[in-house]
């Protein structure tokens, strides 16, 4: 937030738009369980001091009345509030979470690069949480200690009018002051606190997932001491918001009793002797009291209020990033088959503003051909398959599908021809059966057994306790890594489309059991227009053409034996592999 400007409270507030109605029937029987209760201490002061003075029981009837209907009134009125109120609050936040996940569903993978893992987590679990205390916490409080404060400073001023003044001052104090000061004290620390909250979930994140790294390089306690120094930095923030929160507390004890007192003093000068001014002295210095609990909670609403829209500004820095991809207004219905997907002339780049990491890159991939993209860690290879799925925009050149630039198609109905086998495709903590069909949720058991076979993992399925009901575990826990890539290839076989990117699917394998995949991905894909996305280089020979990306560049293309032959960069690859896995057998 610190680079870009702090959103308005409007802003803010228009991300729970569509459930203001339901929120001002909340605020409207907040004011009314507030309004009771000040009723119930003006009543019930009135009925103490009047039957003080010993009337006729039927004088007090009414008030007597009226305590038990304020009483009841009050609790009434507050359980609506509470009922009304966070039921609108709750479908508004959902409302809210589910358009972040569809912008971070837009943004993936390429536009997420702005944000870290646990800190987007923050932002989509805290931060949007931390929403609703603009209105729960302020909004709605400010508005019903404000109206209950102008009807109490009006009904006081109908009593003794000097003594309404004195309340209105009082009320101006506590709704408008006293809140912006703690806002204004406690902005830098919750501002600080929001953002050290997402540092810490980041480092959490982080820390969980390395720990066999770190304990392998004896840095498990330098990584600990960094957890708890954002931990303390974290403290010191929220220990500063604190004490901004409790100097508030103690402005608004200090308004309220210069409020009884002014109150008190200027209706004893004011009213005229008699009994019924002493009835309406006591009425008058009791008020500002019954006040100060519907007031109390306005200090604190000026904290949650900077807290909120700190918290609604992360939310809205994610909503508010460009899609990597611009989606055509009205797009073009996708070509007939037989789909030839090309790129000509193709540079890309990860950033806007950023240097092209790929550049003058030509494929073509014609209905049936399989074409293998192989190179060194960062040379470009994934770059090229995120922007053949429609996931990365061209810097320069153009994609074709079927003789159309794929940027007049849906991205949606493109990646429903040209398909994707990720090196970290995910496995979610389901059965076999609910992971498989993830990609055709119409599929039959029969379907799913064919998809199974085809990437032999049919034979290790029908041996499991359960069959394709067997829960595989949190990211496929109970699964190898081979097994895991097989049961990817099978609800990618089963979603059957007729363009198949396969993006290093054998990565953090051994290289025994990729070898083996790599064998089995190309038997079950035969007929199928496949690119291979690889840096391994075993069992190339069976691919119509191989392409070697170095630094974003083509260096060298032809088939396997040819560029053997030529004995270049691709040759030595070949023998360096060959030499370390014979070293491993030997």
């Not at 359980?79 to 589910?98: C, K, N, S």
């Not at 392998?216 to 010191?236: E, S």
């Amino acid at each position: 937030m610190s680079a870009r400007r702090r959103p308005s409270t409007l802003r803010v507030l228009g991300l729970l738009s569509g459930r203001w109605r339901r929120l001002g029937l909340g605020a409207l029987a907040g004011a009314a369980a507030s309004a009771c209760s000040l009723l119930l201490l003006g009543v019930g002061a009135w009925l103490i001091a009047r039957a003080s003075q010993q009337p006729e029981m039927a004088a007090l009837s009414v008030a007597v009345v009226g305590v038990r209907a304020f009483a009841v009134g009050r609790g009434v009125a507050r359980y609506l509030e509470r009922l009304v109120t966070h039921d609108a609050t709750l479908r508004a936040l959902g409302d809210v979470r589910v358009r972040v996940y569809r912008r971070l569903e837009r943004l993936a993978p390429s536009g997420l690069s702005a944000f870290r893992e646990g800190d987007l987590l923050t932002r989509f679990v805290a931060d949007v949480d931390g929403v609703q205390d603009v209105v729960l916490r302020a909004v709605l409080p400010l508005a019903s200690g404000v109206l209950v404060g102008l009807v109490t400073a009006a009904a006081v001023a109908f009593l003794v009018p000097p003594a309404g003044a004195v309340l209105l001052a009082a009320l101006v104090l506590v709704a408008v002051a006293v809140p912006w000061l703690t806002a204004r004290l406690s902005r830098r620390a919750t501002r600080g606190a929001v953002a050290v909250r997402g540092q810490l979930a980041t480092d959490i994140v982080d820390t969980t997932g390395r720990v066999p790294e770190l304990l392998a390089y004896d840095a498990v306690d330098r990584r600990l001491d960094r957890l708890a120094a954002r931990d303390r930095d974290l403290v010191g923030h929220l220990d500063r918001s604190a004490r901004a929160e409790g100097l508030g507390a103690g402005a608004l004890s200090l308004v309220v009793g210069l409020a009884v007192w002014g109150s008190l003093v200027v209706a004893a000068i004011h009213l005229p002797p008699g009994r019924s001014a002493d009835v309406t002295l006591v009425v008058v210095a009791l008020l500002p009291l019954a006040l100060a609990e519907v007031l109390g909670a306005l200090p604190a609403a000026g904290r949650q209020l900077a807290r909120g829209v700190t918290s609604a500004g992360r939310v809205l820095e994610v909503l508010d990033t460009p899609d990597p991809v611009a989606e055509p207004a009205r797009p073009r219905p996708l070509p007939d088959p037989p789909y030839r997907l090309r790129a000509e002339r193709l540079a890309l780049r990860w950033t806007p503003t950023g240097p092209d990491v790929v550049t003058d890159l030509d494929l073509d991939l014609t209905p049936g051909r399989r074409v293998a993209l192989v190179g060194p860690s960062g040379s470009g290879k994934t770059t090229v398959a995120m922007a053949l799925l429609r996931l990365l925009e061209p810097s320069a050149g153009r994609i074709t599908l079927g003789g159309v630039d794929v940027r007049e198609l849906d991205g949606d109905d493109l990646r429903t021809r040209v398909g994707l086998l990720a090196q970290d495709a995910h496995v979610f903590d389901s059965t076999v059966w609910e992971n498989v069909r993830l990609a055709r949720p119409g599929a039959t058991r029969d379907e799913l057994r064919d998809a199974l076979r085809r990437a032999r993992l049919l034979g290790w399925v029908e041996a499991l306790p359960d069959g394709m009901d067997t829960w595989v575990g949190e990211h496929g826990a109970r699964m190898s890594g081979g097994e895991r890539q097989r049961l990817a290839l099978a609800r990618t076989l089963l979603a059957d489309p007729p363009v198949l990117v396969l993006d290093e699917p054998t990565e953090h394998l051994d290289a025994r059991t990729a070898d083996e995949l790599t064998a089995d991905l190309l038997d079950a894909t035969r007929g199928r227009t496949v690119l291979l996305v690889t840096h391994r280089l075993t069992g190339l020979a069976a691919m119509d053409e191989v392409v070697v990306l170095d630094r974003g560049r083509v260096v060298e293309r032809g088939t396997h034996d040819d560029l053997v032959a030529a004995g270049g960069a691709y040759a030595a690859a070949v023998a360096t592999e060959r030499a370390a896995a014979a070293l491993l057998a030997g």
